[in-house]
């Protein structure tokens, strides 16, 4: 077998249960996995020098297919009316398929780590099909000096096929699709599909279910600091804003998706930045825009202009989740270690297809925790397969398809951490307003830039304010360059009635969703929900 790059001998590919390999390539740099990519066809070079790539049917997630191995550590601690499950029996067999789907193949292996704090990090190492899968994975966690690779231990292992395809009868799966998480082995099997986010929210559902353990709270949030040092951190879906709007010139990036909320405060479990594209622009975005066009980066699904191999961030035709993955360092302003201290503002992003919630509102802390455990928003065209346009849902702690414990746990810790460090939360509304999908425009992101600098900074929160009749929610009635208008939902829309109905619909699919946690939280968090209050027009 043919290996080249450095790694550690005595817990390599056959440690692992593989045999009869053409080839290993260990830990190859991003120069040399380009020249790998091209020259095997898996991509091609944009005129700025990015790597792009497709990925076939499969443009986001397959939530559906993901599957998590019920033995005795599992029975429980996972939450299974959340998770589908997997027996090991059938888990031994997908390994041992996958493990002769790999004979006579050239694989890709990438050691790294999963967290910037040594303390908590998971180390993981990647095998992949494809170079393009592996610069990706790199570019995603956060790489050990090059001196530690020659000792590296993994506690993860993935394996990343997407040529393999299960067979549901023998694998008890739904589809020739399959990601498959056995948390006793610390194996992620993932087959038959490209899309490379599989890869690293495998990462983030094995942290969400080690660290709670260890006192450490998982989040899907991105994260920025100040020049004070205070800390803020966003949660939110994805297509919510959490990576644009936490790329703030004014503020150093720590992370734009997933990071743990420690003793010591926050820290990145990445190393790199995941950001949609579609309708990127220099004007809205710059630091993303510029990121997007530099040697290094990796498109996907974006289209290329035929002669001049210029990407065209407008171009829906392959799919409203267009991608692009680059490091951190990219970012004129990313913070150097990823970790910061205990956040001062704690920001809930929801992208409302009714256009019924305001701009922004101030939480108390009762709400926080009403609005983190209903995790309302859209699904955003493209996010997750055969996901078109923007459907509303309630995605537990912003992000349930990742939760492997009960929503209780993550619930309680931010509860916990929230009182202990005295932090302010704030619910935005990245969504529409003057309407809902399809009548209504997206919210003005110059807007909603400005009132998360008025929050963070302090400022919002000696405003006058008014009540929401409809949700109960605190909002300013002005902020430094917002429309006063766009802070009062009700009065953006035309026609006022369909507003009533929608925002009485939106309330009453808050309260149907919340009776699942009714019982699990006290009588003040029950109460912080929308309630049937006095609706008198704005």
Partial sequence: MRQTGVWNDAHGAGAFGFEALAGVNWNLSEPVLVERALRRGEASLSSSGALCAETGVHTGRSPK??????????????????????????????LADF??????????????????DPEH????????????????????????ERAELNSFVPRLTILDFPS?????????????????????????????????????????????????????????????????????????????????????????????DEHGWGPDGIFNFEGGCYAKTIRLSPEAEPEIY???????????????????????????????????????????????????GHPKNIVML????????????????????????????????????????PQATFSTCFGAPFMPRDAAVYGEMLKRLISEHGVDCWLVNTGWTGGGFGVGSRMPIKATRALLTAALDGSLKTVDTYVDRFFGLIVPTEAPGVDATLLRPRKTWEDKAAYNVAAR??????????ERFAADVDDEVRAAGPQELREAAE
């Fill in 350 to 389: 929801t992208c409302d297809a009714f256009g019924v919630l305001p701009p922004i509102a101030k939480l108390t802390p009762a709400q926080a925790m009403y609005h983190f455990l209903s995790g309302y928003t859209a699904k955003v065209a493209g996010t997750e397969k055969g996901v078109t346009e």
């Fill in 164 to 256: 393999f395809q299960a067979d549901p009868a023998r694998h008890g799966c739904r589809s020739g699709t399959v990601i498959a998480v056995n948390f006793a082995r610390g194996i992620v099997l993932i087959g038959g599909s490209s899309y490379a986010g599989e890869m690293k929210k495998s990462v983030f559902t094995f942290l969400n279910y080690l660290l709670p353990a260890r006192g450490v709270m998982p989040m899907h949030c991105s994260a920025n600091v100040g020049p004070d040092g205070d800390s803020a951190i966003f949660f939110g879906l994805s297509g919510t804003g959490k990576t644009t709007l936490s790329a703030d010139p004014a503020r150093q990036l720590i992370g734009d």
């Fill in 99 to 116: 493990l002769a789907h790999a004979r006579g193949r050239e694989l890709f292996a990438q050691d790294l780590f999963g967290g910037a």
């Fill in 121 to 144: 990090r998971l180390p993981t190492r990647v095998y992949t099909e494809y170079a393009w899968h592996s610069m990706f994975i790199r570019t995603l966690l956060v790489r050990p």
């Fill in 290 to 340: 510029a990121a997007a066009q530099r040697f290094g980066a990796i498109l996907e699904n974006v289209p290329l202009d035929p002669e001049t191999r210029a990407p065209d961030f407008d171009d829906v035709s392959k799919t409203e989740n267009t991608r692009v993955a680059y490091p951190l360092r990219f970012i004129p302003n990313a913070h150097p270690t990823g970790r910061a």
């Fill in 65 to 94: 297919d993901k599957f998590v191995v019920r033995d005795e550590t599992t029975e429980s601690e996972v939450w299974w009316d959340n998770n589908a499950s997997m027996s090991p029996e059938r888990f031994e067999t997908l």
């Fill in 505 to 514: 619909r939106l309330r009453e699919m808050f309260q149907a969703n919340f």
